[in-house]
C-alpha cells in the first residue's frame, strides 16, 4: 500500500522559513511527478509546485522566487524550502504524488503539515 508521509510543518513568523519533507513507502517503482498542494480555510486547495522524475519544476506565480521545491534523484522523496514566508502562506501543505502507467494516471495524496506563518 502506498504511503506519503509530510514532515516539517509548524509555526514560524513572516519573513521565516521552513522545509517540508515528504517521503513514499510501499512503492516499487519511481513517481512520474511529485508534488506540493495547499489548503487554506474556506479555499480550495491550490497547486504550490511540482517536479518530475527528471527534474522539471514547476510553481504557483504566488510563491516562484520564495519557495524550491527538489527532489532525490531516482527516489521517492520530495521536498519544499520555504522562505520569506507570508500569513497567506498558512495553509495544511499535501503532498502529491502522480504514477502514469499508459494512458492512465494514479494520484497519491499525504495527510497533510500544517504551515501556519504570524504576521
Known amino acids: 500500500q502506498v504511503q506519503l508521509v509530510e514532515s516539517g510543518g509548524g509555526l514560524v513568523q513572516a519573513g521565516g522559513s521552513l522545509r517540508l519533507s515528504c517521503a513514499a513507502s510501499?512503492?516499487?517503482?519511481?513517481?512520474?511527478?511529485m508534488g506540493w498542494y495547499r489548503q487554506a480555510p474556506g479555499k480550495q486547495r491550490e497547486l504550490v509546485a511540482t517536479?518530475?522524475?527528471?527534474?522539471?519544476?514547476n510553481y504557483a506565480p504566488s510563491v516562484k522566487g520564495r519557495f524550491t521545491i527538489s527532489r532525490d534523484s531516482g527516489k521517492n522523496t520530495v521536498y519544499l524550502q520555504m522562505n520569506s514566508l507570508k500569513p497567506e502562506d498558512t495553509a495544511v501543505y499535501y503532498c502529491?504524488?502522480?504514477?502514469?502507467?499508459?494512458?492512465?494516471?494514479?494520484?497519491?495524496w499525504g495527510q497533510g503539515t500544517q504551515v501556519s506563518v504570524s504576521s
Open positions: 502529491n504524488a502522480v504514477q502514469g502507467v499508459g494512458v492512465t494516471l494514479y494520484d497519491y
Open positions: 510501499g512503492v516499487t517503482f519511481v513517481f512520474t511527478t
Open positions: 517536479i518530475t522524475r527528471g527534474g522539471s519544476a
